[in-house]
């Protein structure tokens, strides 16, 4: 290795050149194919059975996502300019391509069951806007009457109406996003405000935001770590050399990426972040044992420099790059979509940054010249070892101190982690004083809910069980006890509710009717008459034709893990009474999937900790041919994994599709530290038998490198505390921490360590 870097020596411009025609070419790939994906069911392995069994169930009930337009007057919706308006965008929606008439429902479109002498009739509520006093009343007695619309079409208070416009899959596009927007804000007027919520323009503007967001990310990082890197490198040339380096590996990533037709996911604008960081760790190490050797051979060639530079430190460089890649490649364990490919491309540009590091870094110092190192004098020479021999010092003579400190955070770390959750809302990714977010707790606060929870009933194909009054109002029973018990469910909406009108208004509207018929017959009669008079299509999103599934869909206030759990748990409970008439429980819809998505993340989570953390020890134990190192040099990372988890179980941080990511990054970035400073007192014990002076020598020289790195890497993370995702700003939060902790675990309890176990030392 060292000896094709060198025959690379020959032809810096050649090496510069092919960089930068390959990154081109990449460039030109990202600028012209990428895409950001938002779409949950696209996160999701295809073949996992409760995604298949919810796409079964999703076509058999014709389950959609809905866009929900809430038109609100604050002087009621019963008049005929709000009605109109209404009326207008319903007909609007209907006639777009991505959207089915039949698909879009609101009070103009609603049927309203009502008793006549002849028995029962479904008719609308209104074709034409009523625009006399009498017939606005009349429509708004009728709805008032109508316990199926009022309260889940019209508000409580009469200030607002809904209607949602169900889009079949993969038709949602930015453009239909837009022309969305476009078309309700043209029916604003002073006293109607139209409000735009649900699922599929949460992930619409996701897709807007987090591309502007790493528009916006990258430039402050690497002004900062520019910044950062110029105040510790003291060269302008040494500077851009490195930002180069993960400039270069940043495109050549997003590049691959574009070819082999992968999106990006709100995840993947971590990528650069990461690169910068953990290219320029790269670039500190071997600038920082250049600048070492010119202080002691201020005469030293290029080429001789470079050369020392080289021997000493492709091999740590190679070794960091290869743990920090396995770090995030253990991220192919998870079945998550934007996790895996975030962790496989992250390792991707962690090696490519390495390959730069070792290759263009060396060409450019060739064409361009070292770095100017400052001469100083013996004195202030000596400033930086000093403060390093003294705290090695320090710390060997009270290593004591470290080892119980340790396990004190340890111990407090386990009990904070007791209080994790998973969390895999939406919603949540956004901030709470955020338009999409104040949007969504308005439909809230007056309907029953933006998100969907859709129980399925399954008899197996034993058909008319769902005309059974027994399972009827057993399935009442369970929907009534949800929304009464938790306040997080707002509605539900099943067969039954069509049944009890119906018996209601059959029975001159009587209340104590409002209930399920005694006699399957008579339940049978009631569904006649409503296929003869209605739209029996309706029913459709509710039954099977032969009455052996049914559909039950929950409206919840919360998109979030807790909240889906909640309700889950209590449908559970009917588990056993369902089974005795022979009935299944099973789950569908975007809310399940999503508490199915949440799950996978954990379960992932643990795969690549455990992975990462058991290829780790293997490596180090193979790269410096003792098992006692490969323990000695993961137990930083461990005690920073274990950090990060405990202040997250304490400040209430869910692991979420972001913060997920926490331990791979830890591990991957965090050993470098350990890396290289076990390799400098491995180099350094071969030439002393002092414990003492090997390690302040270590602390010297790779300490020195690693803090140098550590400011870099945190500057660089700290960044994201500007992102408008919060989830990335707490991110950057625990990552900044996990680089210190990585840090002082590194100088003190390994050190210790090493100490402890006399390893290196020729005489014990």
């Known amino acids: 290795m060292e000896k094709l870097l060198r025959n690379l020596l020959k032809a810096p411009w050649a090496v510069v050149a092919v960089i930068m025609v390959v990154s081109a070419l990449f460039f030109m790939q990202m600028k012209d194919k990428s895409r950001m994906e938002t779409d949950l069911d696209e996160y999701m392995p295809k073949d996992h059975p409760a995604f298949l069994y919810s796409d079964q169930a999703e076509e058999w009930f014709g389950i959609n996502d809905g866009i929900i337009v809430a038109i609100e007057n604050q002087n009621g919706i019963f008049n005929a300019a709000t009605l109109d308006t209404l009326k207008q965008l319903t007909k609007r929606l209907q006639k777009m391509d991505e959207i089915d008439k039949a698909d879009v429902t609101s009070l103009y479109t609603a049927d309203n069951i009502v008793g006549n002498e002849d028995g029962m009739d479904v008719k609308a509520f209104y074709k034409r806007v009523p625009k ?139 990528i650069p972040v990461m690169l910068i960081a953990i290219g320029v760790a790269y670039a500190v190490h071997l600038y920082s044992h250049l600048q070492l050797f010119l202080r002691k051979n201020p005469d030293a060639s290029k080429k001789v420099a470079i050369s020392d530079m080289l021997k000493y430190m492709w091999k740590p460089v190679l070794m960091t790059s290869i743990t920090t890649a396995v770090g995030f490649i253990s991220l192919l364990t998870s079945e998550v979509f934007p996790i895996k490919y975030f962790g496989l491309f992250t390792a991707f540009g962690v090696l490519i940054a390495m390959v730069f590091s070792l290759a263009l870094i060396p060409a450019g110092i060739m064409i361009f010249g070292l770095p100017k190192v400052k001469k100083t004098r013996k004195n202030e020479a000596n400033k930086d070892s000093v403060l390093a021999f003294n705290f090695a010092a320090l710390i060997l003579k009270r290593k004591s101190v470290s080892i119980f400190i340790t396990i004190a955070i340890i111990v407090l770390s386990v009990i904070g982690m007791q209080k994790i959750w998973i969390n895999s809302s939406f919603l949540d990714k956004f901030e709470e004083d955020s338009d999409i977010a104040l949007t969504d707790k308005f439909v809230n606060e007056h309907f029953g809910g933006t998100t969907s929870l859709n129980l399925i009933l399954d008899a197996e194909d034993k058909a008319n069980t769902f005309k059974s009054p027994e399972v009827l109002r057993l399935t009442d029973q369970m929907q009534n006890k949800l929304v009464k018990e938790l306040d997080v469910v707002g509605n539900s909406f099943s067969l039954t509710d069509y049944l009890k009108r119906m018996n209601k208004v059959m029975n001159a509207d009587n209340e104590e009717f409002n209930t399920i018929p005694d006699n399957q017959d008579m339940i049978a009669q009631y569904l006649l008459l409503y296929e003869m008079s209605g739209d029996p299509e309706n029913l459709n999103k509710v039954v099977d034709y032969n009455y052996a599934k049914l559909n039950v869909t929950f409206q919840l206030k919360s998109d979030n893990s807790k909240a889906i759990n909640s309700a889950i748990e209590i449908i559970d409970s009917y588990e056993d ?97 350990a890396v290289h400073f ?87």
């Open 678 to 764: 076990i390799e400098q007192y491995r180099l350094n014990a071969a030439k002393s038998d002092n414990q003492v002076l090997v390690a302040q020598q270590t602390m010297a020289h790779s300490g020195r490198a690693i803090s140098f790195n550590a400011i870099v890497v945190i500057a660089g993370f700290l960044v994201l505390v500007f992102s408008v995702f919060p989830p990335n700003r707490e991110l950057g939060a625990l990552v900044s921490l996990n680089m210190f902790t990585s840090l002082v675990g590194t100088v003190t309890i390994m050190l210790v360590l090493l100490k402890v176990t006399n390893i290196y030392m020729k005489r014990k």
């Open 132 to 270: 006399s006093e009498e017939k606005v009343n009349e429509l708004k007695h009728n709805v008032e009457k109508n316990e199926m619309i009022f309260g889940r079409l019209v508000s409580l208070d009469e200030t607002v109406t809904i209607l949602i416009a169900e889009i079949n899959d993969g038709v949602f596009t930015h453009e239909f996003y837009e022309e969305i927007l476009s078309l309700v804000e043209s029916y604003e007027t002073e006293d109607i405000k139209i409000h735009v919520a649900g699922r599929p323009i949460v992930e619409g503007t996701m897709a807007i935001l987090g591309p502007a967001d790493m528009k916006k990310m990258v430039p402050i990082v690497l002004f900062i770590i520019t910044l950062v890197l110029f105040i510790t490198l003291r060269s302008v040339k040494s500077t851009l050399l490195t930002m180069g380096v993960v400039l270069f590996s940043v495109v050549w990533v997003f590049g691959l990426m574009a070819v082999l037709n992968i999106p990006i996911y709100a995840v993947s604008t971590m």
């Open 577 to 673: 009474e369902f089974a005795m008439h022979g009935v299944t429980l099973n789950y569908a819809g975007s809310g399940y999937k999503g508490l199915i998505f949440s799950d996978l993340i954990l379960e992932g989570q643990i795969k690549s900790i455990v992975l990462s953390l058991l290829i780790v020890i293997v490596l180090l134990s193979l790269m410096f041919k003792n098992w006692k190192i490969g323990l000695i040099g993961s137990v930083p990372i461990i005690i920073t994994s274990l950090i990060s988890f405990g202040i997250m179980g304490f400040l209430n941080i869910p692991l979420n599709t972001t913060t997920a990511l926490l331990s791979s990054i830890a591990i991957g970035i965090g050993i470098d530290y």
